[in-house]
């Protein structure tokens, strides 16, 4: 099995920023791809990149030890959600491609 372990939310101010890690492990051969998703309360979960941001987040992987961040700057409240961890993974050789996420961790944007 694989798990993904996130850390680094929290509660910050309007312009603040914060750091959220995803570090993946287990059975792992290979992982894909690695990436965010968010969730606000009554919509759907979304993809969170650098683009959807407009510039404000950015995602960066350590590929050596499985880890993911997503650095977050010019935070507003409309980013208040919980963010999930995305890995898609290989698990042993010539294996089929399994998708992974975390238990999610909580970003609350507010005065």
């Known amino acids: 099995q694989v798990q993904l372990v996130e850390s680094g939310g929290g509660l910050v101010q309007p312009g603040g920023s914060l750091r959220l890690s995803c570090a993946a492990s287990?059975?792992?051969?290979?992982?894909?791809?690695m990436g965010w998703y968010r969730q606000a309360p009554g919509n759907q979960r979304e993809l969170v990149t650098t683009m959807t941001s407009g510039g404000r987040f950015t995602i960066s992987r350590e590929t050596d030890n499985n880890t993911v961040y997503l650095q977050m700057n010019s935070l507003k409240p409309e980013d208040t959600a919980v963010y999930y961890c995305?890995?898609?993974?290989?698990?042993?050789?010539?294996?089929?491609?399994?998708?992974?996420w975390g238990q999610g961790t909580q970003v609350t944007v507010s005065s």
């Open positions: 287990g059975r792992i051969f290979g992982i894909d791809t």
């Open positions: 995305n890995a898609v993974v290989r698990t042993r050789v010539g294996g089929a491609l399994y998708n992974y």
